[in-house]
């Protein structure tokens, strides 16, 4: 403690040698603070010996401007009981804020503004240095928090406490959360009050959204220039335009299918040459569908006959109905009833193919015991 | 279009919140509209004499003759259905600033109206209207933009979408009459029956009249044997049943899903 005196004196002693009386200030309220943290438990005597020893030379630095006519140590032996009380209060004050940290950081009490008053009515009674210097360590506190409470503010607003709300809109219609023993109020209570609920939020929630739909148009929005437009088009020229445009896909498909078509059409031809010679062989005498298209020795074959021979149906050529047995037969359309009304056009041109398993075809193979084809391979 | 008898009524909160009703839906059909009125009455006044639909809007209409706006009632082209829109009559310097659409985009309608005007058929493929976007007034717009500005004139009631091709829809129609015989004298369509604007519909092969689908309905209803109204040759097309709200109320439920497939006669 002695030496702790010493050197403070020294600190006074050199403040007072140095020009700026400034400087020496801060650094003697600095060996001020350290002596109130040391000095803490120690004993009150030694602490009132201090206090009066650096009191009288801070006191004599403070008042080395000027002043230096007052008698210290009767300033110093009035303030004492009061300083005493001003550092407890405070250390009473800094302990408090601090056990409640977690609440006035989280909460939106106004504790801290509370603590902050307290703070400025002690230190309105604060004279010295040393007293001073637990204010600032007291605002230093008080200003972490502030920052910490910053931190927590809500800026983004897109954070949204369900319960909070919940809270708050149950307040704002009148029922009280609280007063449910149950945590659903909602539920307990009959259709009129949680009709009656939406009615208010409505209320309130309708003035927020602005409504009104205003009158749409089109007619009068366009520029004047629209209206008088260039004088019109040759109608003509836009139609041969339009189907220029159409023409694109019908050739596309043509040429998707030509070399097919030609293909396909060239053994239509082949198989209904085929079928006219028999039907001249024998004009009275239908050929069983079956035993004309099926090749006992291909089953593609026969498949693409069937095909093929679709084709000659549906172009008028023959035609497919049932004999008393109930089994296809293909048969000559006369050619000069053709010319007269019977035209072949104005049949409906219907066309369809037999579905045919392989099993079918043996089937058929067998039961009507077909040996050669009828239809004879081109190739 | 409504008789120059027309007193001019007072309008009452039933009346003002119809038409802000109506204003927000822009078109509606005549179903929908009976049930607003109903609706308004029921908020407003429920004592109040109910009016007739037709006086109802015969005194809103009054009122807003001098702003140049009316509640005009027409008919769909396609099936029939009477609907109410809200239309616009005036072309002013205020009309003008007003619009919901930039200048591209109402370009854009523009010159889909005109070759929805100038087909044969009341319709436009999407591929021609798509076409025409190089040509734009104002901003440029990309084809992709294009078809959602196309697809925002769908949802705003002023074009309908059938199968990539795109027709007027009735509000545009009612709203737009006055534009397209201004200026398409020579190109717009005037139906043989009712004497209004035609967009879509059928046509007699012989002459080349033309009737509204609903039109055809009616004038046909009672006839086996449909002949032309014009020349008396005979009527080539299907007829269309006439359309019936009491009917229409039966099967409104499955309407959605079985729409009668767009007769593309002309």
Redesign the interface.
């Known amino acids: 403690m002695a030496d702790e005196n010493g050197s403070l004196r020294e600190a006074g002693a050199g403040g007072k040698t140095r020009a700026q009386a400034v400087v020496t200030i801060p650094s003697s309220a600095y060996f001020l603070k350290q002596v109130e943290e040391e000095e803490e438990v120690e004993a009150l005597k030694v602490e009132v010996a201090a206090a009066s020893d650096t009191e009288s030379d801070t006191s004599s630095d403070d008042l080395s401007c000027g002043k230096a006519d007052i008698d210290p140590s009767l300033l110093e032996r009035v303030d004492e009981e009061k300083c005493r009380s001003i550092r407890k209060q405070y250390r009473q004050l800094i302990y408090t804020v601090q056990q409640n940290r977690d609440d006035i950081v989280n909460t939106a009490s106004d504790s801290l503004t509370e603590a902050l008053e307290e703070a400025n009515v002690l230190f309105d009674a604060v004279s010295r240095t040393r007293e001073a210097a637990l204010d600032s360590q007291f605002l230093v506190l008080a200003s972490d928090l502030g920052k910490e409470k910053a931190k927590h503010l809500n800026s983004d607003m897109n954070f949204f406490n369900q319960v909070a709300f919940c809270d708050f809109l149950f307040i704002f219609v009148g029922l009280n959360w609280m007063e449910d023993d149950e945590r659903d109020p909602l539920n307990n209570c009959d259709d009129n009050i949680a009709l009656s609920f939406w009615e208010t939020v409505q209320k309130e929630a309708t003035s927020c959204i602005s409504q009104a739909e205003t009158f749409h148009f089109l007619f009068g929005s366009f520029k004047p220039e629209s209206a008088a437009r260039k004088p019109r088009r040759n109608h003509r020229r836009k139609v041969q335009k339009m189907e220029e445009n159409g023409v694109m896909p019908t050739k596309l498909r043509k040429l998707d299918l030509s070399g097919n078509q030609e293909a396909t059409e060239k053994e239509v031809e082949r198989i209904l040459g085929l079928l006219q010679t028999y039907f001249r062989k024998y004009p009275d005498t239908p050929v069983s569908y079956f035993e004309f298209v099926i090749d006992p020795n291909s089953f593609s074959r026969t498949v693409e006959n069937i095909f093929y021979v679709s084709f000659i149906i549906r172009d008028g050529f023959a035609r497919i109905r049932l004999d008393q047995d109930r089994l296809p037969i293909l048969e000559p359309i006369n050619i000069n009833l053709a010319g007269e009304g019977n035209d072949p056009s104005f049949h409906s041109r219907k066309q369809g193919v037999i579905s045919l398993s392989l099993q079918d075809w043996k089937n058929i193979v067998a039961a009507f015991e077909i040996s050669e084809a009828m239809i004879t391979n081109s190739y | 279009m409504q008789g120059n008898t027309r007193r001019t009524g007072v309008m009452t909160d039933v009346h003002r919140r119809f038409l802000?009703l109506l204003?927000?839906h822009?078109v509606l059909e005549e179903c929908d509209v009976k049930r607003l009125q109903k609706h308004c009455y029921k908020v407003h006044d429920c004592n109040a004499t109910v009016e007739k639909l037709e006086d109802f809007i015969n005194t809103i209409n009054s009122v807003l003759e001098s702003l140049y706006?009316e509640i005009k009632k027409g008919v769909t082209e396609d099936d029939g259905r009477p609907i109410y829109a809200?239309?616009?009559?005036?072309?002013?310097s205020v009309?003008?600033m007003?619009?919901?659409?930039a200048?591209n985009e109402?370009?854009l309608?523009?010159k889909a109206l005109e070759l929805i005007i100038?087909s044969d058929t009341g319709f436009a493929s999407s591929t021609?209207i798509l076409n025409l976007v190089d040509q734009l007034?104002g901003k440029k717009m990309r084809k992709k933009e294009a078809e959602h500005v196309l697809q925002k004139f769908v949802q705003?009631k002023?074009l309908i979408e059938k199968e990539g091709e795109f027709t007027l829809h009735g509000r545009?129609i009612l709203?737009?009459d006055?534009?397209i015989r201004?200026?398409?004298p020579?190109?717009v369509k005037v139906c043989n029956i009712c004497r209004s604007l035609l967009i879509q519909g059928q046509s007699c092969e012989t002459c080349g009249i033309r009737m509204h689908l609903p039109c055809v309905a009616k004038y046909f209803q009672s006839s086996s044997e449909p002949h032309c109204p014009h020349c008396n040759d005979y009527w080539p097309h299907e007829v269309p049943e006439v359309f019936d709200p009491e009917k229409e109320r039966e099967t409104g439920m499955s309407r959605s899903n079985k729409r009668p497939s767009r007769s593309r006669q002309h």
């Open positions: 802000q204003m927000t822009g706006i809200l239309v616009n009559l005036a072309t002013t009309s003008k007003a619009s919901d659409f200048e109402l370009d309608f523009r100038d021609n007034k705003n002023w545009a709203e737009m006055q534009y201004e200026t398409y020579d190109a």
